[in-house]
């Protein structure tokens, strides 16, 4: 099983606030990732990192930031959450050998705004 | 036109059937494609890779089609617990960021 580690599993929060992801991963992985996926649709790429200083956006990219301070921790922070980003959110880790890349997820996070 | 287009779900099947799920992919240039499977209000978690000479793993047979950006999947003898979504998954070049299809749904009945 992977260890990777996203909390909380569930959040409840009021439109306005300020709020913090958190994926950490012992597995040592230098790529990690966060998606965005809505119940019955394919996941949406908002950010990833490649290692230790480094993160690029994704598709959903434009209403929250990321950082990458140490290996084994990603965290995800909406300065202002609103009720479309209502979703669940999947953090991964990736394990490349070659060409080919295995992805870790974790159990996600399911966020709810009011 | 999306990136990764996948058969529209879902798929209602009898156990022991084989089925089988398209994927197209607009980037000619893609290097790297897998299977995943996502099982209901769980993470996705990695089927197979997709090798460009086909590969098989027990009842799943993937393939890929270059020359016209498809890849597939091909479930034998189907069980009760191959029930998920399963997603088509595209990787650019090495190391850039994997692209998720929408997922084509299985559900295999007794």
């Known amino acids: 099983e992977a260890d990777i580690y996203q909390t909380p599993r569930y959040l409840v929060i009021g439109t306005g606030k300020k709020i913090t992801l958190e994926c950490s991963q012992t597995m040592g992985h230098d790529k990690m990732y966060w998606y965005q996926q809505d119940p019955g649709m394919e996941l949406h790429l908002i950010h990833y990192s490649y290692g230790v200083n480094s993160t690029e956006k994704g598709d959903l990219s434009s209403e929250s930031t990321v950082s990458r301070i140490r290996t084994e921790h990603f965290p995800l922070t909406l300065e202002s959450a609103r009720p479309s980003h209502t979703s669940q959110y999947l953090c991964?880790?990736?394990?490349?050998?070659?060409?080919?890349?295995?992805?870790?997820f974790g159990s996600g996070t399911q966020l709810s705004v009011l | 036109r999306k990136e990764v287009e996948q058969d529209p779900g879902p798929f209602n099947v009898p156990e022991g059937a084989t089925v089988a799920f398209n994927c197209t992919y607009s980037?000619?240039?893609?290097?790297?494609f897998f299977w995943y499977r996502q099982d209901c209000r769980k993470e996705p978690k990695l089927l197979m890779s997709v090798y460009s000479s086909g590969n098989e793993d027990g009842r799943f047979t993937a393939q890929l089609n270059r020359a016209s950006q498809y890849i597939s999947l091909l479930i034998r003898d189907s069980k009760l617990s191959d029930s998920a979504t399963y997603l088509c998954v595209v990787q650019d070049q090495a190391g850039t960021a994997l692209i998720f299809g929408k997922g084509t749904t299985l559900s295999v009945s007794s």
């Open positions: 991964a880790s990736s394990e490349l050998t070659g060409t080919n890349e295995k992805l870790f």
């Open positions: 980037n000619s240039a893609s290097q790297s």
